[in-house]
């Protein structure tokens, strides 16, 4: 099973990189989700958002210590 550090909030799917918006609030894994979080943030695009330095993309190469989620965002604690 593949192991993944963090859950995207909009797909609930796992995620190894993606969109972290205010310093690990909300997680996302793909464009269109990223684009949902920052209107609810209150951005009309995510330029706006990146220019407002509101979130920033990432990629996670290790799993925290004590949890872990699978592809369908399931914890797992370690």
């Known amino acids: 099973m593949e192991r993944f550090a963090r859950?995207?909030?909009v797909t609930g799917r796992g995620m190894n990189e993606g969109f972290c918006f205010g310093d690990g609030e909300k997680y996302?894994?793909?464009?269109?989700?990223?684009?949902?979080?920052a209107k609810e943030?209150?951005?009309e695009s995510l330029k706006e958002a990146y220019k407002d330095e509101a979130y920033y993309y990432t990629e996670w190469e290790e799993i925290d210590d004590d949890c872990y989620y699978d592809q369908d965002g399931n914890e797992y604690e370690l």
């Open 7 to 9: 859950k995207c909030d």
């Open 28 to 37: 996302a894994c793909d464009y269109e989700s990223a684009l949902l979080i």
């Open 41 to 43: 943030y209150g951005y």
